[in-house]
Protein backbone atom coordinates (compact mmCIF):
# COMPACT_ATOMS: atom_id res chain seq x y z
CA UNK A 1 0.00 0.00 0.00
CA UNK A 2 1.62 3.55 -0.81
CA UNK A 3 0.91 6.27 1.37
CA UNK A 4 2.25 9.80 0.76
CA UNK A 5 2.30 12.02 3.95
CA UNK A 6 2.51 15.69 3.69
CA UNK A 7 4.56 16.78 7.13
CA UNK A 8 7.65 15.85 8.29
CA UNK A 9 6.91 17.33 12.16
CA UNK A 10 6.43 15.13 15.00
CA UNK A 11 2.93 14.04 13.85
CA UNK A 12 3.87 13.12 10.21
CA UNK A 13 6.90 11.35 11.64
CA UNK A 14 5.11 9.32 14.03
CA UNK A 15 2.34 8.27 11.20
CA UNK A 16 4.97 7.07 9.45
CA UNK A 17 7.27 5.12 12.03
CA UNK A 18 3.65 2.92 12.49
CA UNK A 19 2.54 2.55 8.82
CA UNK A 20 6.40 1.50 7.75
CA UNK A 21 6.09 -0.91 10.65
CA UNK A 22 2.94 -1.99 9.77
CA UNK A 23 4.51 -2.48 5.90
CA UNK A 24 3.16 0.40 4.22
CA UNK A 25 5.06 1.71 1.51
CA UNK A 26 5.59 5.19 2.61
CA UNK A 27 6.81 8.83 1.18
CA UNK A 28 6.80 12.23 3.44
CA UNK A 29 7.01 15.10 1.33
CA UNK A 30 7.93 18.07 3.90
CA UNK A 31 8.19 21.66 2.59
CA UNK A 32 10.74 22.74 5.10
CA UNK A 33 8.27 25.48 6.29
CA UNK A 34 8.89 26.61 10.16
CA UNK A 35 7.57 23.67 12.10
CA UNK A 36 5.93 23.47 15.51
CA UNK A 37 7.82 20.93 16.20
CA UNK A 38 11.09 22.88 16.58
CA UNK A 39 10.41 25.03 18.43
CA UNK A 40 7.80 23.36 21.38
CA UNK A 41 8.65 23.20 24.70
CA UNK A 42 8.18 19.76 24.79
CA UNK A 43 6.35 18.74 27.74
CA UNK A 44 4.19 15.42 27.07
CA UNK A 45 1.42 15.41 29.91
CA UNK A 46 -2.26 15.12 30.42
CA UNK A 47 -2.29 17.60 33.54
CA UNK A 48 -3.26 20.10 30.67
CA UNK A 49 -6.61 18.78 29.22
CA UNK A 50 -10.10 20.58 28.31
CA UNK A 51 -12.45 17.26 29.43
CA UNK A 52 -12.53 13.83 30.22
CA UNK A 53 -12.46 12.63 26.96
CA UNK A 54 -9.36 14.53 25.79
CA UNK A 55 -7.56 13.88 29.05
CA UNK A 56 -8.12 10.28 28.51
CA UNK A 57 -6.40 10.53 24.76
CA UNK A 58 -3.09 12.08 26.28
CA UNK A 59 -2.71 9.09 28.55
CA UNK A 60 -3.45 6.99 26.04
CA UNK A 61 -0.69 8.71 24.42
CA UNK A 62 1.83 9.10 27.40
CA UNK A 63 0.87 4.74 27.32
CA UNK A 64 2.20 4.51 23.69
CA UNK A 65 5.35 6.66 24.48
CA UNK A 66 6.24 4.21 26.65
CA UNK A 67 5.52 1.27 24.75
CA UNK A 68 7.97 3.28 21.78
CA UNK A 69 10.73 4.25 24.10
CA UNK A 70 10.55 0.60 25.29
CA UNK A 71 10.88 -0.77 21.77
CA UNK A 72 13.19 1.88 20.29
CA UNK A 73 16.06 2.89 22.85
CA UNK A 74 17.66 6.13 22.80
CA UNK A 75 14.87 8.33 21.39
CA UNK A 76 15.10 11.71 23.40
CA UNK A 77 12.16 11.47 25.25
CA UNK A 78 12.43 11.07 29.31
CA UNK A 79 9.98 10.29 31.66
CA UNK A 80 11.28 13.26 34.45
CA UNK A 81 8.02 13.98 36.03
CA UNK A 82 6.70 16.94 36.40
CA UNK A 83 6.39 19.37 39.66
CA UNK A 84 3.68 21.72 39.59
CA UNK A 85 3.07 24.67 41.59
CA UNK A 86 1.04 27.17 39.19
CA UNK A 87 -1.48 27.41 42.82
CA UNK A 88 -0.64 27.01 46.53
CA UNK A 89 -3.55 25.85 48.85
CA UNK A 90 -6.95 25.26 47.76
CA UNK A 91 -6.19 25.79 44.06
CA UNK A 92 -3.83 23.17 44.55
CA UNK A 93 -6.01 20.78 46.56
CA UNK A 94 -8.59 21.65 43.10
CA UNK A 95 -5.99 20.58 41.02
CA UNK A 96 -4.63 17.04 42.68
CA UNK A 97 -9.24 16.13 43.52
CA UNK A 98 -9.59 16.77 39.53
CA UNK A 99 -6.34 14.90 38.55
CA UNK A 100 -7.78 11.72 41.33
CA UNK A 101 -11.39 11.85 40.15
CA UNK A 102 -9.49 10.82 36.58
CA UNK A 103 -7.69 8.17 37.85
CA UNK A 104 -3.94 10.03 37.19
CA UNK A 105 -0.94 9.73 39.00
CA UNK A 106 -0.76 12.69 41.41
CA UNK A 107 1.65 12.64 44.33
CA UNK A 108 1.64 15.71 47.21
CA UNK A 109 4.68 16.75 47.68
CA UNK A 110 6.04 19.14 50.71
CA UNK A 111 8.83 21.36 50.38
CA UNK A 112 11.24 19.05 52.17
CA UNK A 113 9.98 16.37 50.02
CA UNK A 114 10.27 18.19 46.41
CA UNK A 115 13.75 19.83 47.68
CA UNK A 116 15.04 16.01 47.41
CA UNK A 117 13.84 15.60 43.75
CA UNK A 118 15.34 19.13 43.03
CA UNK A 119 17.95 20.35 45.00
CA UNK A 120 19.43 23.13 42.53
CA UNK A 121 16.15 24.67 42.84
CA UNK A 122 15.82 27.98 45.63
CA UNK A 123 12.74 28.90 47.20
CA UNK A 124 10.06 25.87 46.35
CA UNK A 125 7.38 26.48 47.72
CA UNK A 126 5.28 24.72 50.76
CA UNK A 127 3.06 22.77 48.78
CA UNK A 128 3.64 20.73 44.92
CA UNK A 129 2.24 18.06 43.36
CA UNK A 130 4.65 15.48 41.71
CA UNK A 131 2.51 13.94 38.40
CA UNK A 132 5.53 10.96 37.73
CA UNK A 133 4.41 9.67 34.26
CA UNK A 134 4.74 12.98 32.45
CA UNK A 135 7.89 13.28 30.23
CA UNK A 136 9.84 15.79 28.36
CA UNK A 137 10.49 15.22 24.09
CA UNK A 138 12.69 16.88 22.16
CA UNK A 139 10.53 17.27 19.46
CA UNK A 140 12.54 18.34 16.48
CA UNK A 141 15.44 15.88 17.21
CA UNK A 142 12.29 13.00 18.15
CA UNK A 143 10.94 13.41 14.57
CA UNK A 144 14.08 13.39 12.90
CA UNK A 145 14.44 9.95 14.68
CA UNK A 146 11.55 8.56 13.57
CA UNK A 147 11.35 9.54 10.00
CA UNK A 148 15.11 7.77 9.98
CA UNK A 149 13.94 5.04 11.75
CA UNK A 150 11.07 4.39 9.49
CA UNK A 151 12.74 4.35 6.38
CA UNK A 152 10.15 5.76 4.54
CA UNK A 153 11.74 7.92 1.52
CA UNK A 154 11.61 11.76 2.42
CA UNK A 155 11.32 14.43 -0.40
CA UNK A 156 12.24 18.00 1.50
CA UNK A 157 11.85 21.68 0.27
CA UNK A 158 8.94 20.71 -1.36
CA UNK A 159 5.78 22.30 -1.30
CA UNK A 160 2.45 20.49 -2.09
CA UNK A 161 0.24 21.86 -3.47
CA UNK A 162 -3.25 20.04 -3.62
CA UNK A 163 -4.39 16.72 -3.32
CA UNK A 164 -5.40 14.85 -6.72
CA UNK A 165 -8.53 12.49 -6.87
CA UNK A 166 -10.31 11.24 -9.40
CA UNK A 167 -14.06 9.74 -8.92
CA UNK A 168 -13.65 10.58 -4.87
CA UNK A 169 -10.83 8.57 -4.67
CA UNK A 170 -7.36 9.61 -3.74
CA UNK A 171 -4.23 9.59 -6.34
CA UNK A 172 -1.70 11.16 -4.70
CA UNK A 173 -0.73 14.94 -3.94
CA UNK A 174 0.07 17.78 -6.24
CA UNK A 175 3.25 19.13 -6.17
CA UNK A 176 5.61 22.09 -9.05
CA UNK A 177 7.35 18.85 -10.49
CA UNK A 178 3.86 16.77 -10.68
CA UNK A 179 2.06 14.17 -9.13
CA UNK A 180 3.34 11.86 -6.14
CA UNK A 181 0.95 8.89 -6.66
CA UNK A 182 -0.59 7.59 -3.56
CA UNK A 183 -3.60 5.43 -2.55
CA UNK A 184 -3.55 7.06 0.91
CA UNK A 185 -2.91 10.42 1.70
CA UNK A 186 -2.31 12.39 5.17
CA UNK A 187 -2.32 15.69 5.49
CA UNK A 188 -0.25 16.38 8.71
CA UNK A 189 1.08 19.82 7.80
CA UNK A 190 0.78 21.68 10.78
CA UNK A 191 -0.44 25.32 10.38
CA UNK A 192 -0.31 24.44 6.62
CA UNK A 193 -3.15 21.68 6.71
CA UNK A 194 -6.11 23.82 5.97
CA UNK A 195 -4.61 25.31 2.27
CA UNK A 196 -3.53 21.68 1.16
CA UNK A 197 -6.97 20.37 2.32
CA UNK A 198 -8.96 23.19 0.35
CA UNK A 199 -7.70 21.80 -3.05
CA UNK A 200 -10.63 19.20 -2.47
CA UNK A 201 -13.42 21.22 -0.67
CA UNK A 202 -12.44 20.14 2.92
CA UNK A 203 -12.69 22.71 5.29
CA UNK A 204 -10.39 23.19 8.76
CA UNK A 205 -10.49 26.56 10.65
CA UNK A 206 -7.62 27.17 12.40
CA UNK A 207 -6.76 30.35 15.16
CA UNK A 208 -3.66 32.14 15.35
CA UNK A 209 -1.36 30.84 18.14
CA UNK A 210 2.03 32.19 18.77
CA UNK A 211 3.98 30.61 21.33
CA UNK A 212 7.43 32.41 22.74
CA UNK A 213 10.19 30.20 24.54
CA UNK A 214 13.15 31.46 25.94
CA UNK A 215 16.42 29.23 26.09
CA UNK A 216 19.45 30.12 28.54
CA UNK A 217 23.59 29.63 27.83
CA UNK A 218 24.14 26.02 29.74
CA UNK A 219 24.11 25.97 33.56
CA UNK A 220 26.08 24.02 35.98
CA UNK A 221 22.74 23.15 37.99
CA UNK A 222 20.68 20.22 37.23
CA UNK A 223 16.96 20.30 36.88
CA UNK A 224 15.49 17.27 36.57
CA UNK A 225 11.83 17.09 36.50
CA UNK A 226 9.29 19.87 33.87
CA UNK A 227 8.82 22.78 36.97
CA UNK A 228 4.92 24.08 36.14
CA UNK A 229 5.45 27.29 38.17
CA UNK A 230 2.60 30.28 38.91
CA UNK A 231 5.23 32.05 35.92
CA UNK A 232 5.56 29.83 33.12
CA UNK A 233 6.91 26.23 32.49
CA UNK A 234 10.94 25.37 32.78
CA UNK A 235 12.90 22.90 32.41
CA UNK A 236 16.29 21.34 31.42
CA UNK A 237 17.36 20.57 27.87
CA UNK A 238 19.99 17.76 27.26
CA UNK A 239 23.06 20.08 26.95
CA UNK A 240 22.31 21.96 30.16
CA UNK A 241 20.82 24.94 28.67
CA UNK A 242 17.18 25.80 30.36
CA UNK A 243 14.21 26.01 28.16
CA UNK A 244 11.19 28.56 29.47
CA UNK A 245 7.90 29.47 28.65
CA UNK A 246 7.27 33.36 28.00
CA UNK A 247 3.56 32.53 30.07
CA UNK A 248 2.03 31.14 32.46
CA UNK A 249 -0.02 27.62 31.78
CA UNK A 250 1.86 28.04 27.65
CA UNK A 251 -0.41 25.52 26.74
CA UNK A 252 -3.71 27.43 26.94
CA UNK A 253 -2.28 30.20 25.81
CA UNK A 254 -4.76 32.20 23.58
CA UNK A 255 -3.09 34.90 22.61
CA UNK A 256 -2.98 36.01 18.53
CA UNK A 257 0.01 37.96 18.70
CA UNK A 258 3.50 38.90 20.30
CA UNK A 259 3.13 42.35 21.67
CA UNK A 260 6.35 42.46 23.68
CA UNK A 261 9.99 43.00 21.90
CA UNK A 262 12.23 39.98 22.36
CA UNK A 263 14.18 41.82 24.70
CA UNK A 264 11.70 42.55 26.87
CA UNK A 265 10.11 38.67 27.01
CA UNK A 266 13.68 37.32 27.91
CA UNK A 267 14.19 39.90 30.41
CA UNK A 268 10.81 39.41 32.00
CA UNK A 269 11.25 35.72 31.92
CA UNK A 270 14.86 35.40 33.66
CA UNK A 271 13.74 38.39 36.24
CA UNK A 272 11.70 34.74 37.99
CA UNK A 273 13.96 32.71 36.80
CA UNK A 274 17.28 33.74 38.35
CA UNK A 275 15.88 33.68 41.39
CA UNK A 276 15.32 29.91 41.56
CA UNK A 277 18.32 28.88 40.35
CA UNK A 278 21.71 27.81 42.34
CA UNK A 279 24.18 29.75 40.58
CA UNK A 280 25.70 32.43 38.30
CA UNK A 281 23.13 34.38 37.06
CA UNK A 282 21.34 32.98 34.39
CA UNK A 283 21.67 34.96 30.57
CA UNK A 284 19.67 34.47 27.57
CA UNK A 285 20.90 32.27 24.97
CA UNK A 286 17.59 32.59 21.94
CA UNK A 287 13.94 33.68 21.99
CA UNK A 288 11.96 31.58 19.49
CA UNK A 289 8.77 32.01 18.20
CA UNK A 290 6.72 29.02 17.44
CA UNK A 291 2.95 29.20 15.74
CA UNK A 292 0.85 26.17 17.18
CA UNK A 293 -1.75 24.03 14.55
CA UNK A 294 -4.46 24.97 16.60
CA UNK A 295 -7.46 23.77 15.36
CA UNK A 296 -10.68 26.85 15.91
CA UNK A 297 -12.32 24.78 18.71
CA UNK A 298 -8.71 24.05 20.44
CA UNK A 299 -9.26 20.24 19.82
CA UNK A 300 -7.34 17.57 17.81
CA UNK A 301 -8.71 17.16 14.21
CA UNK A 302 -7.81 13.40 13.54
CA UNK A 303 -9.72 10.97 10.89
CA UNK A 304 -10.45 10.28 7.56
CA UNK A 305 -12.52 12.95 5.29
CA UNK A 306 -12.95 14.05 1.82
CA UNK A 307 -12.53 11.95 -0.77
CA UNK A 308 -11.54 8.35 -0.23
CA UNK A 309 -8.15 7.59 0.96
CA UNK A 310 -7.92 11.21 2.51
CA UNK A 311 -6.69 11.36 6.27
CA UNK A 312 -5.67 14.73 8.42
CA UNK A 313 -4.14 14.64 11.54
CA UNK A 314 -3.72 18.25 12.71
CA UNK A 315 -3.42 19.80 16.77
CA UNK A 316 -2.16 21.71 19.48
CA UNK A 317 -0.20 19.49 22.38
CA UNK A 318 0.98 17.39 19.05
CA UNK A 319 4.19 16.56 21.03
CA UNK A 320 2.19 15.12 23.64
CA UNK A 321 -0.48 13.44 21.21
CA UNK A 322 2.39 12.12 18.70
CA UNK A 323 2.36 8.54 19.97
CA UNK A 324 -0.99 7.69 19.91
CA UNK A 325 -1.96 9.66 16.24
CA UNK A 326 0.83 7.75 14.99
CA UNK A 327 -0.73 4.18 15.92
CA UNK A 328 -4.39 5.01 15.29
CA UNK A 329 -3.80 6.74 12.05
CA UNK A 330 -1.62 4.02 10.68
CA UNK A 331 -4.56 1.25 12.58
CA UNK A 332 -7.46 3.01 10.37
CA UNK A 333 -4.93 3.11 6.78
CA UNK A 334 -4.36 -0.35 7.62
CA UNK A 335 -7.88 -1.09 8.44
CA UNK A 336 -7.45 -2.54 11.87
CA UNK A 337 -9.14 -0.34 13.66
CA UNK A 338 -9.91 -0.25 17.19
CA UNK A 339 -9.34 3.65 17.74
CA UNK A 340 -13.27 4.90 16.89
CA UNK A 341 -14.01 5.15 20.92
CA UNK A 342 -11.14 7.38 21.48
CA UNK A 343 -11.07 9.22 18.64
CA UNK A 344 -14.81 9.88 18.50
CA UNK A 345 -14.82 13.96 19.13
CA UNK A 346 -11.87 14.27 17.19
CA UNK A 347 -13.25 13.53 13.54
CA UNK A 348 -12.62 16.48 11.05
CA UNK A 349 -16.58 15.77 9.77
CA UNK A 350 -17.30 18.31 12.92
CA UNK A 351 -16.34 21.05 10.63
CA UNK A 352 -17.51 20.06 7.22
C1 LIG B 1 5.91 27.55 21.72
C2 LIG B 1 5.23 26.21 21.65
C3 LIG B 1 5.21 25.38 22.76
C4 LIG B 1 4.57 24.15 22.69
N1 LIG B 1 4.61 23.33 23.78
C5 LIG B 1 4.03 22.11 23.72
C6 LIG B 1 4.15 21.22 24.83
O1 LIG B 1 4.77 21.53 25.86
N2 LIG B 1 3.56 20.00 24.72
C7 LIG B 1 2.88 19.62 23.59
O2 LIG B 1 2.37 18.50 23.55
N3 LIG B 1 2.77 20.43 22.53
C8 LIG B 1 3.34 21.66 22.57
N4 LIG B 1 3.26 22.51 21.50
C9 LIG B 1 2.51 22.07 20.31
C10 LIG B 1 3.30 21.11 19.47
O3 LIG B 1 4.63 21.56 19.35
C11 LIG B 1 2.64 20.98 18.10
O4 LIG B 1 1.29 20.60 18.27
C12 LIG B 1 3.35 19.92 17.25
O5 LIG B 1 4.73 20.19 17.17
C13 LIG B 1 2.71 19.88 15.87
O6 LIG B 1 3.43 18.97 15.07
P1 LIG B 1 3.04 18.78 13.55
O7 LIG B 1 3.89 17.69 13.02
O8 LIG B 1 1.57 18.68 13.42
O9 LIG B 1 3.38 20.20 12.87
P2 LIG B 1 4.79 20.86 12.53
O10 LIG B 1 5.84 20.46 13.48
O11 LIG B 1 4.50 22.31 12.33
O12 LIG B 1 5.17 20.20 11.12
C14 LIG B 1 4.41 20.48 9.97
C15 LIG B 1 5.33 20.28 8.77
O13 LIG B 1 4.51 20.38 7.59
C16 LIG B 1 5.27 20.99 6.58
N5 LIG B 1 4.34 21.58 5.61
C17 LIG B 1 3.43 22.56 5.83
N6 LIG B 1 2.74 22.82 4.69
C18 LIG B 1 3.24 21.98 3.74
C19 LIG B 1 2.95 21.77 2.36
N7 LIG B 1 2.01 22.45 1.72
N8 LIG B 1 3.69 20.86 1.68
C20 LIG B 1 4.65 20.14 2.31
N9 LIG B 1 4.97 20.30 3.62
C21 LIG B 1 4.27 21.20 4.32
C22 LIG B 1 6.14 22.02 7.28
O14 LIG B 1 7.33 22.26 6.53
C23 LIG B 1 6.42 21.35 8.65
O15 LIG B 1 7.67 20.72 8.69
C24 LIG B 1 3.92 23.73 21.50
C25 LIG B 1 3.97 24.54 20.37
C26 LIG B 1 4.63 25.78 20.43
C27 LIG B 1 4.69 26.62 19.19
Known sequence: ?????????IIGASIAFQLSRSGAQVTVIDAGQPAASATSFGW?????????????????????????????????????????WE????????MQASLGDL?????????AQSHVLEPDIKGLPAEVLRFPSESAAEAGA?????????????????????????????????????????GHVVIAAGTGTPDVLASVGVKLPMVTRPGVLVTTKPIKAKIRSVLVTPHGEVRQLPDGRLLASAVANHQGDDASSVT??????????L????????GDPLEWDAVAVGYRPMPEDGLPVIGEVGPKGLHVAVMHSGVTLAAITGEAVSAEIMEQGGYDGLLAPYRPQRFQ
Not at 87 to 94: C, D, H, K, M, N
Open 271 to 278: GWLNPMID
Open 260 to 269: ETPDEIAVRV
Open 87 to 94: SQGEGLRE
Open 44 to 84: VNASFYADRAHHELRVASMKAYQQLIQDVPDLPVNTCGALW
Open 142 to 182: LADDLLALSGARIIRGMVVQGIAATHDFVRGVETSVGLIEA
Open 103 to 111: GYSVEYLTR
Open 1 to 9: MKVAIVGGG
